[in-house]
C-alpha cells in the first residue's frame, strides 16, 4: 500500500463518520431533489449530512459539509447545514 493511500486510510477513520444508506436517507433526498436543482447522488449525499446531523448530540462539535460542487455547497446553506467548498476555502 502507497504511503498516501496508508496515509488517508488512517485519517478517514480518525476524521470521517460514514453513513449507509437508509429509507430516511432516500426519502430525504427525494425531498431535497423536489426542492432543489440537484443531481440525485448530490442529494444523497447532502441528505445523509442533514439526517447525521439531526442525530449528533447536542454537545457534539457542529458539522460542516464539504463539497466542492457550489451548486451542492449553496443548497446545504440553504437548508442551514455549515458548507465549505475546500477549493475556494482560504
Excluded: C
Excluded at 30 to 58: C, F, I, M, N, T
Amino acid at each position: 500500500m502507497s504511503f498516501l493511500l496508508k496515509s488517508y486510510a488512517i485519517h478517514s477513520q480518525e476524521e470521517y463518520l460514514l453513513v449507509a444508506y437508509s429509507e430516511p436517507i432516500l426519502d430525504k433526498a427525494g425531498s431535497l431533489v423536489a426542492r432543489h436543482p440537484l443531481r440525485a447522488l448530490d442529494a444523497v449525499q447532502l441528505a445523509g449530512a442533514l439526517y447525521l446531523r439531526e442525530k449528533l448530540p447536542p454537545n457534539a462539535p457542529s458539522l460542516t459539509f464539504l463539497s466542492a460542487d457550489d451548486r451542492l455547497v449553496t443548497v446545504a446553506l440553504q437548508e442551514h447545514l455549515q458548507a465549505v467548498n475546500p477549493e475556494k476555502a482560504s
